[in-house]
């Protein structure tokens, strides 16, 4: 290890001591399947899929028992998992409301589903805690700066909607150490790096290491508000989350005087964000699935909230009158109202309102990166309305 740094791995490992015990267990803790089904017995919003076999040759008939939308309908309220200390995706104000980018999508779903954006409960929770959440039904969608993957999908209970922002995760270190410039893994050896604990963030970081074949000491916390108060300190050389994380914690919380280096360009991973729902809940899931849909096509033709109602009246095109509920509309099949989506892009927006009133701010463009529309070589695209 770099001699430099070992002072700091001792005191991170002061540290980490000190507060293992008030955040909880930091190790690795998504939830597995066996805790899936325990815990879906005291679900009061979803009813847990029934177990089944399937044989080979034996005919699927896809789940689809729309049990999370009539809970939503019943209660009146989306209860909706967020982290709530996510600079410009989730934050909680000092007032007690929730605001950005998640936290608007959490109202959108609210708009389609019930009419009224205002009608979301915000439930915070860290990323260790998240995905039981959505396995017990204590949330009815998780819209948490969550990275879809391959075992998440398959393996954790767990369904994705379309990715609502294209993500990559980064590194972010103090140019007073010596990092300007940094721009790989391999500047990091010896580094004390720091992150929260059960994140796609802890294991690539790892993975990137070992390729790069330097060593570096991995410290985790529940909470990243506690990642950066020990970054803050000194006692972590370096953080690493999602690139926009990193983008807007620097934005609100990088001291004057001092400045936090973003290691650039290239991420290290994908990390593809967008809302999740519980495993086999399929009309839920297309509810949540076509909600961010919705927002992406209003974007593509033009529709904003402030010119949705006189384009339900006179639409531009037949997709467009589909879309708002006009003739042919199709959100009936999935148990909504014609006009769901009036609602959310009335009373929320369409994908380049939501994005650019939270995440511009923090200097988040969509112009040259993956988040642009599939017309201006960006990532965003919806199927169409039809
Ligand atoms: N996208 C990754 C990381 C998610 C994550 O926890 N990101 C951090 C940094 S943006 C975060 O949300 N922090 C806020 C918090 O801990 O509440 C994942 O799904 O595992």
Redesign the pocket.
Known sequence: MNKRFIWRAIAVALSFTLLASACGDDSETEATPTTTEAAGEDTTTTEAAPATTTEPGDTVVPVQDGGTLQAVLDRGTLNCGV?????A?SETQPDGSTTGFDADYCRAVAAAVLGDSTAVAFV????AERFTAVQTGDVDVLI????ATQSRDTDVGMDFAPTTYY?G?QVMARESDGFTGASGVADLDGAVVCT?A????EKNISDAADAAGIDITLTTFE???I?MDNFISGACDAVT??G???V??KAKQEPAGETWWIFPPSPLSK?P?GPVTGQNDSVWLDIVTWTVNATIIADEKGVTSANAADMAANPPDAEVGRLLGGEGEIQSAMGLPPDAFLNVITQVGNYDEIYTRNLGPVGLTREGSANAGWLDGGLIYSPPAR
């Open positions: 982290s709530g200390a996510a600079v995706f915070a929770l860290t990323a948490r700066n969550t990275t993500d995760q929260n059960g994140t796609t963030t909470d990243y508000d990642v989350t999602d926009s994380g990193l807007g914690r990390e964000l």
